[in-house]
């Protein structure tokens, strides 16, 4: 079938007709527009690895001007300052981050918190007029993605998800070929991620004292009361942060991982949603006190295809040579595998696709730098970015949904119209439960 000629997913559809009768407009932005010299004042809230990461990328860009950095981990601030001088740039370091919002001379933030706090800071800067790039996944719970595509709407804001690699050169290529029909009829769908992790993973660190510099009661905000505890805050500072593995922060690998898996099936793929989910997992070998699984298996029933996500953290044989973590599109022509490494196209016996192979190609290895040039672009034109938040909830949301079917123990079918599932002992995985004085309001 010649996909680029098929019409628009009946799931996207039925969501923008809700999203509509939400009080919000799916045509293109408007707003103030910044003209071709106008420099924007961006503010960054989260300074670990991912928050300085996108610093150093927004300093690239001449269009972009830094102003702020905010964390509430005072050494993290005032490294981001350090990282901010060294690139001839002084900023503001700030702890509280609804002084950003605050700030009227702030057009845009940048949002790499933990996820916890991605949906309730991206509302409020849309509500304070800001335009916002807020790192995967979107949001924690299915309920909070819904209202931050709301709120993008309704302010009219320009908010770029995270999934920086619907930016990178290897990805377009995916959607190009997949939709250009060289793979033929597409009825199956792979993504994985293979490694072998240390039996005594993140170890178990007992409660602690709040370290010194660190304002905890404001880091776990919306979630839970909880004593101090390493692992819950950054774990290995080595590596990234350990609170993804923590339900009251973020949903695992499957929210980790699994959402630049699923993402460029979406994108491929026109962003459809599935209809029906179920998912098994556990911890079967890593032996520590994180929360979610070290194993885990999905399957995605979308309307014309099946998907399937695998997780192994106990073996790291790839699935495929050379493809430790990748997405693979199967048709009755040929496999498309895509990741950061490359793009490759397996034909099939007797199929008249031929083999090919993008790879080791710096320009279209480049992911980060393009995915903020996007969304200054944006910012200017008032257009959908690259990673529009509706995209980003999407796969974000999905892969939610992975993890609240293997919580709850049942297979659920998704309600695109009521933004649910049908299975009423699973809705409570899908609503937040904001710890007082926090609220999540359009």
């Known amino acids: 079938m010649d996909q680029k000629k098929a019409p628009p997913s009946t799931n996207r559809r039925n969501f923008l007709a809700t999203a509509a009768t939400a009080g919000f407009t799916t045509n293109l932005f408007t707003g103030n527009l910044k ?52 690139g001839g740039v002084e900023v503001k370091a700030i702890k509280d981050f609804r002084e950003i919002i605050a700030d009227k001379s702030i057009d845009a933030v940048n949002i790499s918190t933990p996820d916890h706090w991605h949906a309730y800071i991206t509302i409020e ?27 993008a709407r309704k302010y009219k804001r320009v908010v770029q998800g995270g999934t920086m690699q619907r930016s990178g050169g290897y990805f377009k290529k995916a959607k190009e070929i997949t939709q250009s029909g060289q793979l033929g009829e597409i009825t ?15 170890g178990k660190p007992a409660d602690a004292e709040v370290p010194a510099g660190l304002d905890w009661d404001l880091w776990l905000g919306p979630a839970q009361k909880r004593p101090f505890n390493y692992n819950r805050f950054i774990g290995n500072p080595k590596n990234f942060s350990s609170f993804r593995y923590f339900w009251d922060y973020a949903g695992g690998a499957m929210t980790d991982w699994g959402v630049h898996l699923i993402d460029p099936m979406h994108q491929c793929l026109d962003e459809v949603m599935p209809k029906h989910i179920v ?12 929360e979610t699984p070290d194993t885990m298996l999905a399957t995605f029933q979308y309307e014309k295809f099946l998907s399937s ?30 990741n950061r490494s490359g793009c490759w196209v397996y034909p099939n016996k007797d199929s008249k696709v031929e083999p090919q192979v993008w790879e080791k190609n710096p320009e279209m290895s480049q992911m980060n730098v393009p995915h903020w ?70």
């Open 279 to 290: 998912a098994l997992g556990s911890k079967f070998y890593v032996d520590d006190n994180v």
């Open 373 to 442: 040039e996007n969304f200054l672009e944006c910012i200017k034109t008032r257009e959908k970015p690259t990673s529009d938040i509706e995209n980003c909830v999407r796969s974000s949301a999905t892969c939610i949904l992975a993890n609240v079917a293997m919580r709850s123990g049942v297979k659920l079918d998704w309600d695109e119209k009521e933004w649910t599932v049908a299975q009423k002992e699973a809705r409570p995985y899908l609503k937040a439960k904001y710890r007082s004085p926090w609220k999540l309001e359009v």
């Open 125 to 151: 800067a849309c509500k304070a007029g800001k335009d916002v790039y807020v790192e995967k996944p979107a949001c924690v719970y299915v309920d909070e993605g819904r209202l931050m595509v709301e709120a």
């Open 309 to 338: 996500y695998e997780s192994r953290t106990c073996n790291p044989m790839p699935m495929f040579e050379k493809h430790g973590a990748a997405t693979a599109i199967h048709g009755t022509e040929a496999t498309l595998i895509v």
């Open 188 to 202: 199956f769908c792979h993504t994985w991620q293979a490694g072998l992790s240390k039996k005594e993973g993140w």
């Open 35 to 86: 003209g071709a010299n106008d420099k924007v004042n961006v503010a960054f809230i989260g300074m670990g690895k991912m928050g300085t990461g996108n610093l150093s990328y927004a300093m690239k860009i001449p269009g972009f001007q830094p102003v702020a950095v905010c964390d509430v981990y005072q050494p993290h601030m005032e490294m981001a300052q350090a990282q901010a001088r060294r």
